[in-house]
């Protein structure tokens, strides 16, 4: 699995796309959609999004209506990913795990370093403690893609978590 990040709009919003036997899915389309299929090497077979703050959708309609799709469809060919539902920073965040590569799209429900803001609509406190529970169960060595910053591993988030 090849995973390019790019990151883009004002809020430097981290857009992935995955490629896998020249097929890719894009993970939350923020803003720029030209730039991003630039990017775009191979055919487009889904789009997924961790939570619907404009700055993760920016470009979803434009990149929807180019390569007919729709988003958060989880039967994507070839691509074989678990769906975690992670509220806290929104109601509607969902974590995407890829089991066989090790790695998880977090959203903002997860950051190297720091989780997710809670005080925007939506956002709670008590759901967050819940998803942050339930994602540290998961492997420790799995590597994190969030949607700003760079990424890390649940293991060093499990440490820093420690505070909260």
Same mark, same amino acid.
């Given at each position: 699995m090849n995973i390019k990040r790019v990151v883009v709009g004002s809020l430097e919003e981290n857009c992935y796309i995955v490629e896998k036997n020249n097929k890719c899915i894009i993970i939350d389309p923020g803003d720029e959609a030209d730039k991003i299929i630039s990017y775009i090497t191979c055919e487009v077979v889904g789009i997924l999004i961790t939570h619907y703050h404009f700055d993760?959708? $920016?470009a979803l309609n434009e990149l929807? +209506?180019?390569y007919n799709l729709q988003e958060n469809k989880y039967n994507i060919d070839g691509f074989n990913f678990e769906v /975690? +539902?992670?509220p806290g920073h929104t109601s509607d965040s969902?974590?995407?795990y890829f089991k066989d590569d090790n790695i998880m799209f977090v959203g903002d429900f997860l950051?190297?370093? $720091? /989780? $997710?803001r809670m005080d925007l609509p939506t956002g709670s406190v008590n759901d967050m403690k819940k998803s942050l529970d339930n994602i540290f169960t998961y492997p420790s060595n799995t /590597? /994190?893609?969030p949607g700003h910053g760079d990424k890390s591993t649940l293991g060093q988030e499990l440490i820093?978590?420690?505070s909260f």
């Amino acid at each position: 699995m090849n995973i390019k990040r790019v990151v883009v709009g004002s809020l430097e919003e981290n857009c992935y796309i995955v490629e896998k036997n020249n097929k890719c899915i894009i993970i939350d389309p923020g803003d720029e959609a030209d730039k991003i299929i630039s990017y775009i090497t191979c055919e487009v077979v889904g789009i997924l999004i961790t939570h619907y703050h404009f700055d993760h959708i $920016g470009a979803l309609n434009e990149l929807k +209506e180019k390569y007919n799709l729709q988003e958060n469809k989880y039967n994507i060919d070839g691509f074989n990913f678990e769906v /975690i +539902e992670t509220p806290g920073h929104t109601s509607d965040s969902k974590t995407y795990y890829f089991k066989d590569d090790n790695i998880m799209f977090v959203g903002d429900f997860l950051f190297k370093d $720091g /989780i $997710g803001r809670m005080d925007l609509p939506t956002g709670s406190v008590n759901d967050m403690k819940k998803s942050l529970d339930n994602i540290f169960t998961y492997p420790s060595n799995t /590597i /994190i893609y969030p949607g700003h910053g760079d990424k890390s591993t649940l293991g060093q988030e499990l440490i820093n978590r420690l505070s909260f």
